[in-house]
């Protein structure tokens, strides 16, 4: 959900004079400051949730909210700090809460730069943003540059049916031989990633938009020349996209997809719909809304709030998948 | 400063109380990192509880994706050398940290933390090399002492 229509939801009902923030910072175990780190305050009865990201100082804000009880989390890009979730807070009329959150350090074990997530953040931080204003490309905001995808981090897990439920109980999770990345074969979208930072290049024209990236199988096509899905699809593990604008937000669907592909975990059916909404809501930022539709494995739609920051001195690197020792060794 | 700070600042009577919240996170059940990019978990195959520090001559450097693999002769106490392998991460990662293919050489001698693969193989998860010039190179998580 768009932090603008939070902010509008958390106002309904409550006036100027009523409402109250509260804002923090969040620290590392050092006590320094976190810049980039994704905070979610949510009213304890669901009725509310507000997103942002700390400033270089660490800082956030969650402005103008309702009175009452509300929970604030933090969780970074995976690995270097566990997940924080906080005790409720009471914010009353007109006050200002302050809280600080201390990270804690992961116990999830990695190996040495084998942190794509963290990475990602740090490519963030050291960006350096030209002063200039968005550009068209048939009058439509040209989507073009080097970005780095950030996940949901608040994401909810998907909901599967019984039967993919039933397939991923059935899997030994020890058993590497049918790990996807293991086998060196594509993650998921919108863009596949696992071992670095999910970088892509997109290419912009009017009638393609093309976006490179470091994993298998290197990119997407999704085709903006007002052609229909295709009706019999070779399948594909990243689908067959068309997209199609409204006003300035790129929707694009998918279908056709190689159902050995994964939703998380779960099995994919041949039913599986891709709707993804792109909007770049400010120069450095493109913001996706990506749903995925699968009724033969999900018992709803997932949703999920991406975006990707742009990272304009990051080339792309070669990535050819070729030494996951592990699979090769029989673990 | 996100956009919505604007909206805040002294606009309304405030009262303050500044609440320091506890130090250790809580990993609440299904709140975990995003299935989306969700990564192998080195803990199938290395165990955390077996850590090693562990002194060198390098034989071998596999630079290569998805992970980089090195090699390492060990002497150890009865005088034998074992022959140890040592798993990091993605060049791709590496690279953008300021490792580069001659980071690690044949011949160097190196001191490797990590953590033992589950199966007691001669193999390794690494947290941190220390190279002949001195110069410690850690990941996420600080070595296992």
Same mark, same amino acid.
């Given at each position: 959900?768009?932090?603008?229509?939070?902010?509008?939801?958390?106002?309904?009902?409550?006036?100027?004079?009523?409402?109250?923030?509260?804002?923090?910072?969040?620290?590392?175990?050092?006590?320094?400051?976190?810049?980039?780190?994704?905070?979610? %305050?949510?009213?304890? =009865?669901?009725?509310?949730?507000?997103?942002?990201? +700390? !400033?270089?100082?660490?800082?956030? @804000?969650?402005? &103008?909210?309702?009175?009452?009880?509300?929970?604030?989390?933090?969780?970074?890009?995976?690995?270097?700090?566990?997940?924080?979730?906080?005790?409720?807070?009471?914010?009353?009329?007109?006050?200002?809460?302050?809280?600080?959150?201390?990270?804690?350090?992961?116990?999830?074990?990695?190996?040495?730069?084998?942190?794509?997530?963290?990475?990602?953040?740090?490519?963030?931080?050291?960006?350096?943003?030209?002063?200039?204003?968005?550009?068209?490309?048939?009058?439509?905001?040209?989507?073009?540059?080097?970005? %780095?995808?950030?996940? =949901?981090?608040?994401?909810?897990?998907?909901?599967? +049916? !019984?039967?993919?439920?039933?397939? @991923?109980?059935? &899997?030994?999770?020890?058993?590497?031989?049918?790990?996807?990345?293991?086998?060196?074969?594509?993650?998921?979208?919108?863009?596949?990633?696992?071992?670095?930072?999910?970088?892509?290049?997109?290419?912009?024209?009017?009638?393609?938009?093309?976006?490179?990236?470091?994993?298998?199988?290197?990119?997407?096509?999704?085709?903006?020349?007002?052609?229909?899905?295709?009706?019999?699809?070779?399948?594909?593990?990243?689908?067959?996209?068309?997209?199609?604008?409204?006003?300035?937000?790129?929707?694009?669907?998918?279908?056709?997809?190689?159902?050995?592909?994964?939703?998380?975990?779960?099995?994919?059916?041949?039913?599986?719909?891709?709707?993804?909404?792109?909007?770049?809501?400010?120069?450095?930022?493109?913001?996706?809304?990506?749903?995925?539709?699968?009724?033969?494995?999900?018992?709803?739609?997932?949703?999920?709030?991406?975006?990707?920051?742009?990272?304009?001195?990051?080339?792309?690197?070669?990535?050819?998948?070729?030494?996951?020792?592990?699979?090769?060794?029989?673990? | 400063?996100?956009?919505?700070?604007?909206?805040?600042?002294?606009?309304?009577?405030?009262?303050?109380?500044?609440?320091?919240?506890?130090?250790?996170?809580?990993?609440?059940?299904?709140?975990?990192?995003?299935?989306?990019?969700?990564?192998?978990?080195?803990?199938?195959?290395?165990?955390?509880?077996?850590?090693?520090?562990?002194?060198?001559?390098?034989?071998?450097?596999?630079?290569?994706?998805?992970?980089?693999?090195?090699?390492?002769?060990?002497?150890?106490?009865?005088?034998?050398?074992?022959?140890?392998?040592?798993?990091?991460?993605?060049?791709?990662?590496?690279?953008?940290?300021?490792?580069?293919?001659?980071?690690?050489?044949?011949?160097?001698?190196?001191?490797?933390?990590?953590?033992?693969?589950?199966?007691?193989?001669?193999?390794?998860?690494?947290?941190?090399?220390?190279?002949?010039?001195?110069?410690?190179?850690?990941?996420?998580?600080?070595?296992?002492?």
């Amino acid at each position: 959900m768009r932090p603008g229509l939070v902010i509008l939801l958390m106002l309904l009902g409550c006036s100027s004079s009523e409402a109250g923030s509260l804002e923090g910072m969040v620290v590392n175990p050092d006590g320094e400051p976190v810049y980039h780190a994704p905070v979610r %305050v949510s009213g304890v =009865d669901g009725d509310s949730d507000y997103r942002t990201y +700390t !400033d270089r100082d660490g800082r956030f @804000v969650a402005p &103008r909210i309702a009175p009452g009880n509300y929970v604030v989390e933090v969780v970074m890009p995976c690995c270097r700090y566990q997940p924080y979730r906080g005790t409720p807070q009471t914010v009353g009329a007109a006050d200002v809460e302050s809280v600080t959150v201390e990270l804690a350090p992961t116990d999830y074990l990695i190996a040495l730069s084998d942190d794509p997530g963290q990475l990602a953040h740090e490519l963030i931080a050291r960006r350096a943003l030209p002063d200039r204003v968005v550009g068209r490309v048939s009058d439509r905001p040209d989507f073009s540059g080097m970005w %780095v995808l950030e996940d =949901d981090p608040f994401a909810e897990d998907p909901s599967p +049916t !019984d039967e993919a439920r039933k397939v @991923v109980e059935a &899997r030994d999770p020890d058993d590497l031989s049918q790990d996807l990345f293991a086998l060196c074969l594509p993650g998921e979208l919108p863009i596949p990633g696992a071992s670095t930072p999910i970088l892509s290049r997109f290419v912009h024209t009017p009638d393609l938009l093309v976006m490179l990236f470091e994993g298998p199988p290197g990119f997407r096509q999704v085709f903006l020349d007002g052609r229909a899905l295709p009706e019999h699809p070779n399948p594909a593990w990243l689908g067959h996209s068309v997209g199609r604008w409204e006003g300035d937000t790129l929707v694009v669907e998918s279908t056709g997809f190689d159902v050995r592909g994964r939703i998380g975990d779960y099995p994919r059916s041949e039913k599986m719909r891709l709707t993804e909404r792109y909007t770049r809501t400010e120069y450095g930022m493109l913001e996706l809304e990506i749903v995925v539709d699968d009724v033969g494995s999900l018992t709803e739609p997932w949703i999920r709030q991406m975006h990707f920051d742009l990272v304009p001195q990051e080339p792309l690197i070669e990535f050819v998948c070729e030494n996951n020792v592990w699979v090769q060794a029989g673990e | 400063m996100n956009s919505f700070a604007k909206i805040t600042s002294g606009s309304k009577r405030v009262s303050k109380r500044s609440i320091l919240l506890a130090v250790l996170a809580i990993a609440a059940a299904g709140f975990g990192f995003s299935p989306a990019t969700a990564h192998h978990s080195f803990s199938a195959v290395f165990d955390i509880d077996q850590p090693f520090e562990l002194e060198g001559v390098v034989t071998r450097v596999e630079w290569r994706n998805p992970h980089v693999w090195f090699y390492v002769d060990v002497q150890v106490e009865n005088g034998e050398t074992e022959a140890w392998a040592f798993e990091l991460g993605s060049p791709n990662a590496l690279v953008r940290r300021g490792w580069s293919h001659r980071t690690l050489n044949a011949g160097d001698r190196i001191t490797v933390t990590g953590a033992r693969a589950r199966n007691g193989s001669l193999r390794g998860a690494v947290l941190s090399v220390t190279l002949p010039s001195g110069e410690s190179l850690f990941g996420a998580q600080r070595p296992i002492r």
